[in-house]
């Protein structure tokens, strides 16, 4: 594969943040229409967006330099830690960042956090399944080596493969496969049957984490904890997480949407008419 999408001047752009810059786009787009189709401010969901994908980069970028072997080299150069079109971003990071950050403007601007958290989690799923695509254009993410027909080389020598020119499991079309189904699952399953707000999050964090639980065994990660990769205790305690929070939401009941602008502008207009007319 070739991970340079293309070259303007000195800087080369690579596949990997084009797929990201995309899942980005198409995610805000369904979530104004699908905010706007439940009656919820379209600015502030728009102003949600832009906080939350801020948050999502840093959490993304910080998580992967904070676990990355060449951590003690972006310290010593500050500047290469902002070079995220190079590849190098973390998934569980960005979801953290970006929860963290959407926390503060759902709560400033009331708009209930686990309702927006149902309307965004079939995108934090369909945004994994684009991503994942990147990462195979950009050779990062790769699995074991193994023999099977389903074995892919890869031979570029800018990709960042660890394993160049040896036949290994193709781990990044798995995880994106993974996305896609999940995405599949609560957007036209799970939020259809939904009883409880937040119950679409939760089933997101039991799809995500067991899923990629299961990829990583397919995955090349030399580091393993009793057993299991870091990701798969990251996993592990993503579905714990997630059990817990449907004991504690499951008791509330599901919070109707606030109606927007738009609507209340409707509204008084109707009214003033109605009284005009009487």
């Not at 330099?65 to 010593?76: F, G, H, M, R």
């Not at 570029?156 to 995405?183: H, K, T, V, Y």
């Not at 996993?235 to 008791?251: E, K, N, P």
Request: aromatic share 12%.
């Amino acid at each position: 594969m070739h991970p340079i999408a293309l070259v303007i001047g000195s800087l080369a752009v690579r596949w990997y943040g084009v797929m990201i810059a995309a899942s980005i786009a198409i995610s805000i787009t369904v979530v104004y229409f699908e905010s706007r189709r439940q009656g919820i401010n379209t600015d502030d969901v728009l102003d949600l967006a832009i906080v939350a994908v801020i948050g999502g980069i840093l959490g993304a970028r910080i998580g992967w330099i904070l676990t990355s072997p060449d951590v003690l080299w972006y310290l010593a150069h500050p500047l290469r830690i902002l070079a995220i079109w190079e590849g190098g971003l973390s998934y569980f990071g960005g979801i953290l960042g970006g929860v963290i950050a959407a926390h503060f403007m759902v709560r400033r601007r009331r708009m209930g956090f686990w309702r927006m958290a149902d309307i965004v989690a079939p995108l934090l799923a369909l945004s994994f399944g684009i991503g994942k695509i990147g990462c195979w254009l950009n050779g990062c993410c790769g699995g074991t080596t193994t023999t099977s027909w389903l074995g892919v080389i890869f031979t570029n020598p800018l990709s960042e493969c660890d394993l160049l020119n040896q036949r290994i499991w193709p781990a990044q079309l798995f995880n994106s496969a993974s996305g896609f189904l999940a995405f599949a699952v609560l957007f036209w399953v799970v939020r259809k049957r939904k009883h409880f707000d937040g119950q679409v999050f939760i089933w997101y964090l039991y799809l995500y984490g067991t899923t990629s639980f299961v990829v990583e065994f397919f995955r090349y990660i030399p580091v393993h904890v009793a057993g299991l990769t870091p990701n798969q205790w990251t996993d592990v305690t993503i579905i714990a997480a997630g059990t817990i929070a449907s004991l504690i939401l499951r008791r509330r009941p599901v919070v109707s949407p606030a109606p927007s602008q738009q609507s209340e502008t409707l509204d008084e207009t109707t009214q003033d008419t109605g009284e005009s007319d009487a």
